[in-house]
């Protein structure tokens, strides 16, 4: 079936679909030994020229659209100040970000905006910056409950310390809290971890986030146990069965509480699902600003489907103004990012819109695919609708894998 002209172009001018920024900030206060983003301790000395790069890439945002040759989009409707730890700027230094956000687009009345921040680090200055400029949700990174774990991999709070900033964000008139967990810490046990998930349903936070301990050479825990050492507790980090176990017991006592899982490493109370991450899962628009930051628009070639670039994840070379980094996306790989990205959602991926936007001949070509992956356990179908078993979840990476370039996909296909 030949797609009809405009059907992707409805996707990304759809008056519903506007643009989400994401600002990082890379600076921390420590550098915890499982962390294998671009970020780290930096002097104060830097805080400032950074800011101004910021700023500076944040007016210049529709030449670099431009340049890039993706679409330049003015609306917007949640930003994601990420990091690192924001909270770590001068209040003065956030509100510049925040005024050369809404000086260069135009922010709709009831945007999502997140804050990061990591737990002691929300002074009562800090909190009147975040609501000053317009903060309304904010993400704590408390990884968990028990002192001895959040100790071990080189945070500085106790679980005291959150239990009072959450108080205090609500009193503030912030009820949409997100709390970070992470599965697989030094000295977690299946007891502590209980004790973390049932703390965290306790507090009555409507988002939870649970990651499993990521085991790769970015990170210092992550080269230490590869290496077989004992360095950063290493040797007390539980196997990888033990945090599988971890991770399933999240999603029983989360969804037993109202929690319900809509992402695999996200969960929700209705009406509280991070707006701003869907968009990367939905393959909507976003721009990105700061280090080790990426953007998606829609192209303005009518060869293409996509633009993608990203900023250098070294500090040094983002501050001394370093290329960008461009991708551009075909509609085989539109395709592919269409289902491995589709697939992270509970809701799955539907069948019908992919055979709408791409040609019912891709559905044709993935079917036995779909299908073994059926009888794997890995992949249930309903109707028109495919999405990932509990046990795909937790190989969602081979299921992915599975997606990519099953077919080639020919302009007017």
């Known amino acids: 079936m030949a797609r009809t002209a405009g059907k992707m172009e409805k996707v990304w001018d759809n008056e519903e679909v506007s643009l989400g920024i ?17 970020s780290d301790v930096f002097s104060k000395a830097v805080f400032e020229k950074y800011v101004c790069r910021v700023c500076g890439d944040i007016a210049g945002a529709p030449q670099t659209a431009a340049q890039m040759g993706g679409k330049f989009e003015r609306e917007v409707d949640s930003i994601y100040l990420g990091g690192g730890t924001p909270t770590v700027l001068s209040s003065a230094q956030l509100r510049r970000m925040f005024d050369a956000v809404r000086t260069q687009f135009a922010v709709k009345a009831g945007a999502e905006i997140t804050g990061e921040c990591a737990p002691g680090t929300l002074t009562a200055e800090m909190l009147d910056t975040l609501l000053l400029c317009g903060v309304n949700r904010v993400s704590l990174g408390v990884q968990s409950f028990v002192d001895e774990e959040a100790a071990s991999v080189g945070r500085l709070h106790k679980r005291a310390t959150t239990l009072d900033d959450i108080a205090r964000l609500r009193a503030a008139g912030i009820t949409n809290i997100n709390i970070d ?8 046990t299946a007891e502590s971890w209980k004790k973390s998930l049932q703390e965290t349903i306790a507090t009555g936070a409507p988002h939870v986030s649970v990651y499993m301990l990521e085991v790769d050479e970015d ?12 360095r950063y507790h290493a040797h007390f980090v539980p196997d ?34 991070s707006r701003h991450n869907l968009k990367y899962w939905t393959r909507q628009p976003y721009l990105g600003f700061g280090v080790d930051a990426h953007s998606m628009l829609a192209s303005l070639s009518p060869e293409l489907e996509a633009v993608r670039f990203s900023t250098s994840d070294a ?7 370093a290329p960008l980094q461009r991708t551009t996306i075909s509609r085989t790989t539109a395709m592919e990012e269409t289902f491995f990205l589709g697939l992270r959602l509970n809701r799955g991926v539907d069948l019908r819109e992919v055979g709408d936007l791409f040609g019912s001949n891709t559905l044709e070509a993935l079917r036995a695919n779909m299908e073994d992956l059926v009888e794997q356990g890995l992949l249930q179908r309903s109707a028109d609708r495919i999405f990932l078993t509990s046990r795909g979840r937790l190989l969602s990476n081979e299921v992915f894998q599975s997606f990519l370039q099953p077919v080639e996909l020919r302009p007017g296909v």
């Open 315 to 321: 500090l040094e070379k983002y501050v001394a103004d």
């Open 219 to 230: 990170s210092r825990l992550g080269r230490e146990l590869i290496a077989g050492g004992t």
């Open 22 to 38: 994401y600002i990082s900030v890379p600076f921390c206060r420590t550098k915890c030994s499982y962390c294998n983003f671009a």
């Open 181 to 188: 967990l992470i599965a697989g810490l030094p000295h977690q």
């Open 240 to 273: 990888e069965e033990a945090i599988v176990e971890f991770y399933l017991a999240a999603c029983e006592a989360l969804g037993a509480a109202g929690v319900a899982q809509y992402e695999i490493s996200n969960f929700a109370r209705a009406g509280f699902e």
